[in-house]
């Protein structure tokens, strides 16, 4: 069965360091790979999302994501993080073309030192 | 264009009774899907309707329904209601259908059951 794991339930980093959040994937073919942001009493909302071609995919707010087949990985990063970025992060996968059906990873809670 | 709304926000109820949540797509999408969240289980996948025919359907028991109008928007129900059953529902939708077309998410219905 497809799965999605994020290793990390909570991290905390400081406001303008980098960011690196963990997702791995398991799935036989190639999956179609997203990351979502929830921030409290909120939705979710897309941050960006792979589906072919180049491996380093850039989404909304200043992240971008590397799919690594290899690894079976599909890291979330930033550059300088904002105070505003604490929130809840989810990596997800689909699995099929013809379904909205998303697999969720259990989340990564993201706290913002100042 | 108005995003994706659920009502209502908030709903209290006892066990045993039964409850429906609504959903409205952004105009335009056909496709919605709807996902339980919680603490302990996390985001999991309900069910997906497309053109009024349920597509895909999670791992729920038959307590939890759903339906789609001809005007796209769906509604999810839950019979005999149990404590476990306490969630954040939430509604993406789609257009037209399409996979790879991005799922906007609601801001969600918070169900308490006592």
């Known amino acids: 069965a497809q799965s999605v794991t994020q290793p990390d339930i909570h991290i905390t980093v400081s406001e303008g360091a980098s960011l690196e959040l963990r997702c791995n994937y398991s799935?036989?073919?190639?999956?179609?790979l997203f990351w979502y942001v929830q921030s409290p009493g909120q939705g979710l909302q897309l941050l960006l999302k792979?589906?072919?071609?180049?491996?380093l995919v850039q989404g909304i707010k200043g992240f971008e994501a590397e799919f690594k087949r290899s690894q079976s990985s599909f890291n979330l990063r930033k550059p300088s993080v904002h105070w505003s970025d604490a929130a809840e992060y989810f990596c997800?996968?689909?699995?099929?073309?013809?379904?909205?059906?998303?697999?969720f990873g259990q989340g990564t809670t993201l706290q913002v030192k100042p | 264009k108005a995003g994706v709304t659920q009502t209502p926000r908030y709903l209290i109820k006892t066990r045993g009774q039964q409850v429906t949540l609504s959903c409205s797509p952004i105009?335009?999408?056909?496709?919605v899907s709807w996902y339980q969240q919680t603490p302990g289980q996390g985001l999991q996948f309900l069910f997906e309707?497309?053109?009024?025919?349920?597509?895909n359907k999670g791992n729920f028991p038959g307590r939890f329904s759903g339906r789609q109008f001809s005007n796209s928007r769906s509604e999810m129900n839950v019979s005999t209601l149990e404590l476990g059953d306490s969630a954040l529902y939430l509604c993406?939708?789609?257009?037209?259908?399409?996979?790879?077309?991005?799922?906007?998410f609601g801001p969600g219905t918070r169900l308490t059951v006592l």
């Open positions: 997800a996968v689909s699995t099929s073309s013809n379904t909205g059906k998303l697999i």
């Open positions: 799935y036989g073919a190639t999956p179609y």
């Open positions: 792979y589906f072919s071609g180049d491996t």
């Open positions: 105009s335009g999408h056909r496709s």
């Open positions: 309707y497309f053109s009024e025919t349920q597509r």
């Open positions: 993406a939708s789609s257009s037209p259908g399409a996979w790879k077309d991005t799922q906007y």
